[in-house]
């Protein structure tokens, strides 16, 4: 029964914002009262004004736009060398929908490609192989005493584990992006120093371009995650609960992401040079 209450709760503070996705499906232009929203009514294939994206991501790549006439958004590797593409899926297993890659600038996703991306990121058959490691360590380490031992532990473990990736990825993907008109996506730089791009990677937590290609703070991952972890406290034991494990959590989910925008940036170039492979 509380794992019903919990997804009601969830559902109910995110259906606004489902609906709000449905409505911009049907909208060909993208609700904004800035004059650089004109990027988001062309016409298929028609140039967009070097204005509008020369200051997409600072240090990176010159951008190539894609032109074709039969597509109304813009593939996220279009213009890309093949192998500096960010593939779907990384080694077939991690899911990598959010990746742009390297000098591919394309719109910014619309309400209902958030809402697809997030979904993809929640519901993906990884995402299940990932909660179940992680709950068989919390068990296996007690980490919620309350919370049992066995087969009834590790099922109390799971069902909050993938509630907790569920609830994130919908405020962080989705929710807050469509609200403060950022981009979620991640731009790989694809080029320059190491640890230019480490730190270019791991910053993006921090700083994310909004729907004209400007990097602003990226108030949807910060306040994403706070939510996220707030919400938490609603199905996790009260006596396990304090203001020191939600800020632990809150910084473990943070750096979790800002690992996995670094892995991404650097996978192209391990596939190639290391595995010998396509990325």
Request: aromatic fraction near 12%.
């Amino acid at each position: 029964m509380q794992f019903i209450r919990c997804f009601i709760v969830c559902a109910a503070a995110l259906a606004p914002f489902a609906a709000y996705a449905q409505e911009g499906s049907t909208s060909s232009q993208r609700v904004d009262s800035q004059p650089e929203a004109s990027i988001l009514a062309r016409l298929p294939g028609e140039p967009v004004p070097d204005s509008l994206i020369t200051d997409a991501l600072p240090d990176a790549p010159e951008p190539q736009q894609q032109t074709d006439p039969n597509s109304k958004q813009a593939p996220a590797n279009a213009g890309a060398p093949r192998s500096k593409q960010q593939p779907k899926r990384i080694l077939g297993i991690m899911p990598n929908y959010r990746a742009v890659s390297a000098g591919a600038i394309p719109p910014p996703p619309t309400p209902k490609e958030a809402f697809k991306i997030a979904t993809n990121n929640s519901f993906d058959y990884s995402s299940f192989v990932f909660v179940g490691l992680t709950s068989m360590i919390a068990e296996g380490e007690d980490a919620h005493p309350s919370l049992g031992k066995g087969v009834p532990g590790f099922w109390a473990y799971s069902w909050r584990g993938f509630v907790d990736k569920v609830d994130g990825n919908y405020w962080v993907i989705f929710a807050l992006p469509t609200v403060f008109h950022e981009d979620e996506r991640y731009y790989a730089k694809g080029d320059g120093k190491i640890w230019k791009r480490a730190m270019y990677a791991s910053s993006r937590v921090l700083i994310t371009p909004d729907y004209h290609g400007h990097n602003t703070f990226n108030a949807s991952e910060l306040l994403g995650r706070g939510i996220a972890q707030g919400i938490s406290t609603t199905y996790y034991p009260s006596s396990d609960v304090s203001a020191g494990e939600i800020v632990e959590k809150f910084g473990y989910a943070i750096m979790r992401d800002a690992l996995t925008n670094t892995f991404r940036e650097f996978w192209p170039d391990i596939a190639t040079h290391v595995l010998h492979r396509k990325p």
